[in-house]
């Protein structure tokens, strides 16, 4: 585990603990579970972060005392409290400042990501097609980045389905002869077979094509999550990738919170200075 250690508690009332007591607040941030908890008796502990246990008991009084000169009055600014999981202690606050630089840079990688997405379809005049026999197409962005008229109601248009094809009609990028009608051309299908590491001249199964049909458009933020969460989990243990194209096409739904998840769990924080106190 980790933890993230905001620079700003260098000026917090912390600092006017004695050097025992700031010692032991910084070992049990070191040592507290994703949820804060830090598990185990006080003997055990003390052992843990290298303390006497007599020093160990005094610094916890201390971190469990209200501090009213605290950055965070949760708790009448406790820095710990008893552990609601077992024979321990909660960091207080631990879960509101690990989440703070995860959901920022999450924020930030998807922007980035996006205005890289938006810029390759445009040089490349990429145009949605469908696949699967299905009618629906992709979502697209409006180009420019928010400053022509109208942009709110051409990204809302794109995400409205097309007309059902007749049926002598053949799917759109479908050539006679030469393409198959169970063929990714979609910038969206085309997307899922690199996700599953299938080649797009693999044909998809009936009932893959069906599940396809079934799950529709998906939010472009939604599938460049899971993109990102296929690539950095890769050779994870903990992250439990599809391997099936017909699993995944049924749970992507799932695979979304799946990975969402897994980012706010191991997401590595990239500084450990930042302006904020515990």
Known sequence: MYAKLFSRIA???????????RYCFMMLLAIADSGGDVIGTDVALARTVNLPLDTFKRCIVALMAPDPDSNSQVHEGRRIMPSESGRGYLLVNYATYRSIKTAEEKKAYMREYMQRRRKLLKD?????????KTSLSDVTHAEGEGEADGESEAKAEAFQPEEPPTASAKPKGV??????????????????????????????????????????????????LVERFY??????????????????????????????????????????????GW
């Not at 000026?11 to 007591?21: A, K, R, V």
């Not at 051309?185 to 069906?210: H, N, P, V, Y």
């Not at 599809?242 to 992507?252: A, D, G, P, Q, W």
């Not at 799946?258 to 930042?274: M, P, Q, R």
Request: proline letters at 3%; aromatic letters at 6%.
């Open 124 to 132: 490349k005049d990429v145009t949605a097609v469908n696949v699967c």
């Open 11 to 21: 000026q917090s009332s912390l600092m006017e603990e004695d050097i025992e007591t």
């Open 231 to 276: 690539t950095d989990a890769k050779g994870k243990p903990d992250a439990y990738l599809r391997t099936s194209m017909l699993t995944f096409v049924r749970h992507f739904r799932g695979e979304v919170d799946k990975a969402n998840k897994w980012f706010s769990e191991t997401a590595v924080t990239t500084s450990t200075t930042e302006k904020h």
């Open 175 to 224: 050539v006679e002869g030469k393409n198959s009608d169970r063929l990714p051309l979609s910038d969206q299908s085309k997307r899922f077979a690199a996700i599953m590491g299938r080649r797009l001249t693999t044909e998809w199964s009936e009932d893959e094509c069906a599940a396809y049909r079934k799950l529709g458009t998906v939010a472009p933020d939604d599938l460049a």
